[in-house]
């Protein structure tokens, strides 16, 4: 069945860089685009990238300075990189598959990472 | 950037009783969709293409809408469906959510 795994460090201190690895099966990423979609605790969803099943990416652009989304398709994972980490990114993380056939809808999600940003 | 505002905030309603939140768009989108979040959990995908049922949502929920108005109702309240409710329009980018209606069980 359809699965997606975060794995991370829970906790990044400011100013470093966020490393984030989604390990997905039942499923290929050549087929299959997948996002990373972040929620603040308490708060809402926030869209932050997306890599294409060609391997391309798009990024929201508030976050594209710091953003870098990249993938394994051998190891069916998707890697997600920010860098400048401050208080304003302490969130769940996300990655979810696209639904086929449409465009930015999450059919199946991961249960998230939580990311604290301390020191 | 198309911003959704979704209202009420929160609300509270009986077993029994008819839900309906609302999700109204900055811009004019072509089609809506819901996801349900209970606490501690991950987003399900709950209606697509407005109006469409997720696999598995039961069929006392219901979407609507065009243009920038869109609702999900719930014609009769269970206690499983406490949870919190996200619209979200998928095609100008980049794709955007609202904040959320917190449904609580009364």
């Known amino acids: 069945q359809v699965q997606l795994k975060e794995s991370g460090p829970g906790l990044v201190q400011p100013s470093q860089t966020l490393s984030l690895t989604c390990t997905v099966s039942?499923?290929?990423?050549?087929?299959?685009?997948v996002h990373w979609v972040r929620q603040p605790t308490g708060k809402g969803l926030e869209w932050m990238g997306v890599?294409?099943?060609?391997?391309?990416?798009d990024y929201n652009s508030a976050l594209k300075s710091r953003l870098s989304i990249s993938r394994d398709t051998s190891k069916s994972q998707v890697f997600l990189k920010m860098n400048s980490l401050q208080t304003e990114d302490i969130a769940t993380y996300y990655c979810?598959?696209?639904?086929?056939?449409?465009?930015?809808?999450?059919?199946?999600w991961g249960q998230g990472v939580m990311v604290t940003v301390s020191s | 950037e198309i911003v959704l505002t979704q209202s009420p905030t929160t609300m509270a309603a009986s077993p029994g009783e008819k839900v309906t939140i609302t999700c109204r768009a900055s811009?004019?989108?072509?089609?809506m969709y819901w996801y349900q979040q209970m606490s501690d959990a991950s987003p399900k995908l709950w209606i697509y293409d407005t109006s469409k049922l997720a696999s598995g949502v039961p069929d006392r929920f219901s979407g609507s809408g065009s243009g920038t108005s869109y609702s999900l109702t719930i014609n009769t309240m269970e206690a499983e469906d406490a949870a919190t409710y996200y619209c979200?329009?998928?095609?100008?980018?980049?794709?955007?959510f609202g904040a959320g209606t917190k449904l609580e069980l009364k």
């Open positions: 979810a598959r696209e639904k086929g056939y449409y465009g930015n809808i999450f059919d199946y």
């Open positions: 890599i294409w099943t060609g391997g391309s990416t």
């Open positions: 811009s004019s989108v072509s089609y």
């Open positions: 979200q329009q998928c095609c100008s980018t980049p794709p955007t």
């Open positions: 039942g499923f290929s990423l050549t087929r299959y685009n």
